[in-house]
């Protein structure tokens, strides 16, 4: 199953034009990245960045990074940021997601 996620975000990577990213970050992105899809929801792992509450106790890597800056109690909930979805020519949304699962980033 995760094998099969990973291919099939190496080769969302590659349709996507993406040839800068290097595998590992095509495969794993790191929890709290943004990304821009072409298409009109948020993959697997990904939520759209739309001020939404989460559950500390589910989102633990994300919090640490995030904290309360967006919102939240910091005792149960946090806050997604709140970003205005991209709109495409026609007029179609494309939203902003935040990678909830992937690599911590390291601290420098």
């Given at each position: 199953?995760?094998?099969?996620?990973?291919?099939?975000?190496f080769?969302?990577?590659?349709?996507?034009?993406w040839?800068?990213?290097?595998?590992?970050?095509?495969?794993d992105?790191?929890?709290g990245?943004v990304?821009?899809?072409?298409?009109?929801?948020?993959?697997?792992?990904?939520?759209?960045?739309?001020g939404?509450?989460?559950?500390?106790?589910?989102?633990?890597?994300?919090?640490?990074?995030?904290g309360?800056?967006?919102g939240?109690?910091?005792?149960?909930t946090?806050?997604?940021?709140?970003?205005?979805?991209?709109?495409?020519?026609?007029?179609?949304?494309?939203?902003?997601?935040?990678a909830?699962?992937?690599v911590?980033?390291?601290?420098?």
């Amino acid at each position: 199953m995760a094998r099969m996620r990973r291919i099939r975000h190496f080769l969302l990577a590659l349709v996507l034009g993406w040839p800068s990213l290097s595998l590992a970050a095509a495969v794993d992105p790191f929890v709290g990245q943004v990304g821009t899809f072409g298409f009109e929801f948020c993959p697997s792992g990904w939520a759209p960045m739309n001020g939404q509450l989460l559950s500390l106790s589910q989102n633990t890597a994300l919090f640490s990074l995030l904290g309360t800056s967006y919102g939240g109690d910091g005792i149960s909930t946090f806050a997604l940021p709140l970003v205005k979805p991209l709109l495409t020519a026609d007029r179609k949304m494309i939203p902003q997601c935040i990678a909830l699962q992937g690599v911590f980033p390291p601290r420098p």
